[in-house]
């Protein structure tokens, strides 16, 4: 039963759907069909969320060797098994949901349902539905009873992520919930028991949002019972190396090494203020994995138009302090670099005049042609065909993306930020589906 897929778990909620107008003759038995729908859509839908969880990217575990990163492993370790509300502080980036996740699965509730929710993303006038459900008719659209957020984590643990964005309205229903523990679905005449862990995140100051009138005092006090803070990643520096070490090898192209990063170029990324934290690190590396895949990235190899502009600029800072190092350096893409450093323009790009006998480096073949791409200046004595150029390179993502999904088609669309159609015609263009496994789905 566990191993439903979308279409049957649909099926079975259209015969569900039929429950509540078979002609009975019963007030009982009406009734009890009516509560056998409602326990088994909250048992497909409880299943359907863990198996969608399941198909996301693996959350990393809190790595690092820094005392803060220590410290705030033995918390979690510690509160894990209370039931008391948590609140989970911090930037951006810095690993709230993992540190949710890590409260749940360490804890006795395990076994049962964690159910995130981004309280953010949801537009205002369906947050209600979406956390507390609502019952058949009681509004346009609700065509069929829908089990709430708080519903399909009963026994579990409920995450409520960007908790700050919520209107005042909604914070007054929230509290209510965390005072009554049930739920008043919309439309519905019975509050719902509801036996849930809360876990709430937030990236804003709540102490400031109260001052400012945005968010109630009381909701504050019934969170925070529990704090949490997630360090931002300039807070540990010292754990960028690990970070690096474990995202490399998650993004590794398959059959391939890791990439490996030089001394120099590890130093620069261990200075840079990584204001993204480490979801920004994180898609750095996933970047590079495919550029680079199984080389060592040094200071000077990296095109400064990879970069964010942040460590362009350091890069460009300790090129020009140690110009020896400077012999394959990329052209620099960004008109800071160019502007601080416009007295080393020679040094720093030594591709914009190249030498009329000088080759064009094979190891940076991947760099001149994204320089191309951007209209730089950087071509070989001998001249190349863009177009041919560039449609290998697009060729080779695409293959790259099929294997990393697997040969799914709809995966590999979302991966590349393409429509499923025009990914469909690029296979056909380059004639991919011969030899290559797809699944369609």
């Not at 509160?79 to 540190?99: Q, R």
């Not at 509050?191 to 995140?201: I, K, L």
């Not at 990235?297 to 800072?317: D, N, R, Y």
């Not at 914009?352 to 991947?366: C, G, K, R, S």
């Amino acid at each position: 039963m566990h191993n439903v897929n979308l279409q049957t778990w649909s099926f079975i909620l259209n015969v569900l759907d039929g429950f509540p107008t078979f002609q009975v003759k019963s007030v009982k038995t009406k009734y009890t069909s009516v509560l056998i729908r409602r326990q088994l859509t909250a048992f497909f839908q409880g299943v359907f969320i863990k198996k969608s969880m399941a198909t996301q990217q693996v959350l990393h575990p809190f790595i690092g060797a820094s005392t803060s990163a220590e410290a705030l492993r033995t918390l979690i370790a510690r509160v894990a098994s209370s039931t008391a509300t948590a609140l989970i502080t911090g930037e951006s980036g810095t690993g709230k949901e993992l540190v949710a996740r890590a409260l749940h699965d360490q804890s006795d509730r395990s076994q049962a349902n964690f159910v995130p929710i981004n309280c953010a993303a949801i537009p205002t006038g369906l947050v209600e539905s979406e956390l507390f459900g609502h019952r058949k008719g009681s509004f346009t659209g609700a065509m069929t009873d829908r089990i709430g957020r708080f519903e399909l984590a009963h026994g579990g643990t409920i995450f409520l992520d960007e908790i700050g964005d919520l209107s005042l309205d909604m914070q007054v229903k929230l509290l209510r919930v965390l005072q009554e523990r049930s739920v008043d679905p919309v439309g519905g005449t019975k509050s719902v028991p509801v036996d849930v862990r809360v876990v709430a995140a937030t990236h804003r100051d709540l102490e400031q949002e109260i001052v400012a009138g945005r968010f109630r005092e009381d909701l504050y006090y019934r969170l925070n019972v529990l704090p949490l803070n997630t360090p931002a990643l300039r807070q540990r520096s010292q754990d960028v190396p690990v970070l690096l070490a474990h995202f490399a090898a998650h993004f590794a192209q398959k059959g391939q090494t890791p990439i490996t990063f030089a001394a120099d170029f590890l130093g620069a990324l261990q200075d840079y203020a990584w204001p993204g934290n480490v979801r920004e690190l994180s898609n750095l590396v996933d970047r590079f994995s495919t550029l680079f895949s199984g080389q060592q990235l040094k200071m000077h190899t990296v095109p400064p138009s990879l970069l964010p502009k942040g460590l362009q600029v350091i890069q460009a800072e300790r090129l020009a302090a140690s110009p020896s190092d400077n012999t394959n350096l990329p052209v620099v893409a960004g008109a800071m670099a160019i502007e601080n450093h416009s007295a080393n323009a020679d040094v720093m790009n030594p591709f914009a005049n190249p030498a009329p006998d000088q080759p064009l480096d094979a190891h940076n073949e991947v760099e001149h042609i994204i320089m191309l791409a951007q209209g730089l200046p950087s071509l070989p004595p001998e001249g190349l065909s863009l177009k041919d150029r560039l449609a290998d390179i697009e060729r080779d993502l695409i293959v790259q993306a099929l294997q990393r999904t697997d040969g799914n088609v709809s995966q590999t669309a979302r991966l590349l930020n393409l429509q499923r159609t025009t990914l469909i015609e690029k296979l056909n263009k380059y004639d991919l589906r011969q030899g290559t496994i797809l699944n369609n789905s």
